[in-house]
């Protein structure tokens, strides 16, 4: 069964230190991940997906597939960057499994 | 604002009493998802569908709950019988199916309150 874990309910970090939210996720197939982004009293939106391999508002994240790991990176945080962050594996062609969530406080 | 439209925002209401919600995909999007979410956890996968047809529905989704999608545009989604378990935030997605881009488009949400 498909499975994805974000360890980590609560991050805080000071503005300028570097951030990394960490997801683990468990699936058979070959996996697809993405990381999802909820600000303030805001819809849930697409922040990045490992099959682009791109840099968005300058955070990162590689599949891991030896560590089963797709964490996000940031190499300095900004105080905008304060949001819940949700990992999410796509399963079964159209699916999407998320996990809990990390909410990022960042600190001026 | 194109964006998925969902309402009622909000809906409080007593238990025992039926409630639906309503969902307005992005206009060209033929996949349309509900899920649910409770504070504390990410949102979870109720069903889907694409086009008209409903592909998939999770165990979660009990026999008091139905989704329609007539005609492939609008979706709503109705609980009969509410408990108060059922309180959740209501969370309706769409995407494009060739895209093949992975990206939801989700709407605001519908918060549901059974007294």
């Known amino acids: 069964a498909q499975r994805v874990t974000q360890p980590e309910k609560l991050l805080s970090v000071f503005k300028g230190a570097p951030v990394e939210l960490k997801c683990n996720y468990s699936?058979?197939?070959?996996?697809?991940l993405f990381w999802y982004v909820q600000y303030s009293r805001q819809r849930l939106q697409l922040l990045l997906r490992?099959?682009s391999r791109e840099s968005i508002k300058g955070f990162t994240a590689d599949l891991n597939k030896g560590e089963t790991s797709f964490h996000l990176k940031k190499p300095f945080a900004q105080e905008e960057d304060s949001a819940m962050y949700y990992c999410?594996?796509?399963?079964?062609?159209?699916?999407?499994?998320f996990g809990s969530g990390t909410k990022l406080n960042v600190k001026p | 604002d194109t964006g998925v439209s969902q309402n009622p925002r909000h809906k409080i209401t007593k238990r025992g009493q039926n409630v639906t919600f309503r969902c307005d995909p992005i206009?060209?999007?033929?996949?349309l998802y509900w899920y649910r979410q409770t504070l504390g956890q990410g949102p979870e996968f109720l069903t889907y569908?694409?086009?008209?047809?409903?592909?998939?529905k999770s165990r979660l989704l009990s026999d008091r709950f139905s989704a329609e999608r007539p005609k492939g545009s609008f979706s709503t989604l109705e609980i009969q019988r509410t408990e108060q378990g059922d309180s959740a935030m209501y969370l309706c997605?769409?995407?494009?199916?060739?895209?093949?881009?992975?990206?939801?488009?989700f709407g605001e949400g519908s918060r549901l309150t059974v007294l």
């Open positions: 997605a769409s995407s494009l199916a060739l895209a093949n881009t992975g990206e939801l488009f």
């Open positions: 206009s060209e999007h033929n996949r």
């Open positions: 699936y058979s197939g070959s996996p697809e």
């Open positions: 569908f694409q086009n008209e047809a409903q592909l998939e």
């Open positions: 490992h099959i």
């Open positions: 999410a594996l796509k399963y079964n062609f159209n699916k999407f499994y």
